[in-house]
């Protein structure tokens, strides 16, 4: 089943039951100051209030569209008002729409649900290079100076998480957390079954030296 993770800044919203229709399950995640935590699969639908409890709707707007795996993001921004000069300063900070508030779960879902067909197109090809590294999102492939890095579907996605977190250490559960597999603890010791799996790909297609272990930690991509 094809999955669509909504982010939204407000705590309520977050906890808004999974909606399932046709193929596709429709699912809340909070959204807090630093973005999204988890991987990002398909086009990220994400709603920003006007007033956030660390910060304003406008940063917050400001901060996704800085961060590279958001730039085809759709963002909402949900007003207090309909104001025509907060409709302006919301799509200047980088929303792409904005709606005035509260919105009900009905009323988040018939957005997305509306934006799925465009959101397809606009994700299809989706590639992240950094360095030698290439990896195509949609074709699930990666690449090291041209050479395929043989992967599991799992593997693929820790090493596309990573390659979205360069250079800083991940820990386990931030990995397990990554990949929406929390609330298994087994999962915690299945991140170090990945990890060997990923470095043996690396090994092949002789990247092997960009993945670190930092003891006692966790592990970090280091990528240039």
Same mark, same amino acid.
């Given at each position: ?171 386990? *559960?931030? +990995?397990?957390?990554? &990949?929406?597999? =929390? $609330?298994?603890?087994?999962? %915690? #010791? /299945? !991140?170090?079954?990945?990890? *060997?799996? +990923?470095?043996?790909? &690396?090994?092949? =297609? $002789?990247?092997?030296?960009? %993945? #670190? /272990? !930092? ?5 970090? +991509?280091?990528?240039?």
């Amino acid at each position: 089943m094809k999955r669509v993770k909504i982010f939204t800044s407000n705590p309520d919203a977050a906890r808004f039951a999974e909606f399932a229709h046709g193929d596709t399950a429709y699912s809340f995640e909070l959204l807090g100051p630093d973005g999204p935590r988890k991987l990002i699969e398909g086009q990220a639908q994400i709603f920003v209030d006007w007033v956030m409890p660390d910060l304003s709707g406008l940063e917050m707007c400001r901060r996704l569209r800085a961060d590279a795996r958001l730039q085809d993001a759709h963002v909402t921004m949900v007003l207090e008002r309909d104001d025509s000069d907060d409709r302006r300063r919301a799509l200047k900070a980088g929303a792409d729409d904005y709606a005035v508030g509260p919105l009900d779960r009905s009323a988040m879902l018939d957005r997305v649900m509306a934006l799925q067909p465009a959101s397809a197109a606009r994700t299809a090809g989706q590639v992240i290079s950094a360095g030698g590294l290439h990896i195509n999102v949609t074709g699930e492939q990666a690449l090291w100076q041209g050479s395929l890095v043989p992967l599991r579907p799992n593997e693929f996605r820790v090493l596309r998480y990573m390659a979205e977190n360069p250079n800083r250490v991940l820990t386990r *559960k931030d +990995l397990v957390d990554a &990949l929406g597999k =929390a $609330g298994d603890p087994d999962y %915690l #010791r /299945t !991140v170090d079954v990945w990890i *060997k799996r +990923l470095r043996f790909g &690396l090994r092949g =297609a $002789g990247a092997d030296h960009l %993945l #670190r /272990t !930092v003891h006692g930690k966790g592990y970090v +991509l280091d990528l240039t």
